[in-house]
């Protein structure tokens, strides 16, 4: 496709429970990013990927929280034992390269019950 | 404690009026980018802004960047239905890639 996607675009699961969050970035976009949008709150940062580089998880909230990306291809982002504070729209954003336009997917809507 | 403040949280217009929405900060930043968001989609991005008191406009939106770098202004001439929609602010710090966000201006235009 020509954009950034995101699948599921819905998921509800139960508190505990594990989640596997998948984002397809734009083909040829070497830098990936996540971003966290809960109810009322602006977006959050969670991870950067760019190339073969070691990801900048500086934003991961707490070790849950993990993400994964394969090449310059699809990432997955997991978080463990889901609470219901993770419950929020999870982005995922890729762009050519680490100083260039950032597009977005259209979002995971993430609701822990 | 929001480092980007967005003024106002909510605006309800009639088209055709004006309106201009505001992004604020005691930061300085590098760059400072808008963008629009729409129900069940990501954010796109308008505009980028990186020079003290440069003003970009992209058709009826106007943009201008304070000259200390710290705030930013979204004007939008003969507000249209199809300008409704989240318009967040974002800024850079730096060359950190860590965008830094505000939590957005929510405008309906009402036909």
């Known amino acids: 496709g020509a954009g950034v996607s995101q699948s599921p675009s819905n998921k509800v699961t139960e508190k505990g429970k594990d989640v596997e969050l998948r984002c397809d970035p734009i083909?040829?976009?070497?830098?990936l990013y996540w971003y966290r949008q809960r109810l009322g709150q602006g977006l959050e940062f969670l991870i950067y990927?760019?190339?073969?580089?070691?990801?900048?998880k500086s934003g991961l909230p707490s070790d849950r929280f993990s993400a994964e990306r394969t090449g310059e291809s699809v990432s997955t982002l997991t978080i463990q034992r889901t609470q219901q504070e993770d419950s929020a729209v999870y982005l995922c954003a890729s762009s050519l390269g680490g100083t260039d336009t950032q597009y977005f997917g259209p979002g995971t809507r993430l609701t822990v019950l | 404690t929001q480092l980007l403040e967005q003024s106002p949280q909510f605006l309800s217009i009639q088209e055709g009026e004006n309106l201009t929405v505001y992004c604020n900060s005691s930061?300085?930043?590098?760059?400072l980018q808008w963008y629009r968001q729409e129900p069940g989609e990501g954010p796109v991005l308008l505009v980028t802004?990186?020079?003290g008191g440069e003003v970009k406009k992209l058709k009826r939106l106007t943009f201008q960047f304070g000259d200390a770098r710290k705030d930013s202004s979204l004007h939008i001439t003969a507000a249209q239905p199809g300008d409704t929609g989240l318009y967040l602010c974002?800024?850079?710090?730096?060359?950190?890639?860590?965008?830094?966000w505000g939590l957005g201006t929510s405008l309906a235009v009402n036909p």
């Open positions: 990927f760019q190339g073969n580089s070691a990801p900048d």
């Open positions: 083909s040829g976009h070497t830098a």
């Open positions: 802004v990186v020079t």
């Open positions: 930061s300085v930043f590098s760059s």
């Open positions: 974002a800024g850079e710090r730096g060359n950190n890639r860590k965008l830094i």
